[in-house]
């Protein structure tokens, strides 16, 4: 706090998503309206984190993941 009084910052907050939201979205999932194997467009080891950040800034793909385990 003492950084946000110092140089007098302004935070604000937001809620993007409501529970209703969520609990829409998992009732799609769960019927099959959704393909939810194929949201991520690519999956990369952790190894491999710097190629993930470079794939998610272009625009040809939907979701990169990066495998931690």
Known sequence: ???????ELRIQGSM????EDFKAAL???AEGK???NEI?????????AS??????SESTHVKVQIRVS
């Open 16 to 19: 993007m998503f409501a529970d």
């Open 1 to 7: 706090m003492p950084l946000v009084q110092d140089r």
């Open 40 to 48: 991520a467009t690519t999956v990369l080891p952790l190894k491999n």
């Open 34 to 36: 959704i393909p939810s």
């Open 27 to 29: 009732s799609l999932v």
């Open 51 to 56: 190629q993930a950040f470079q794939l998610a």
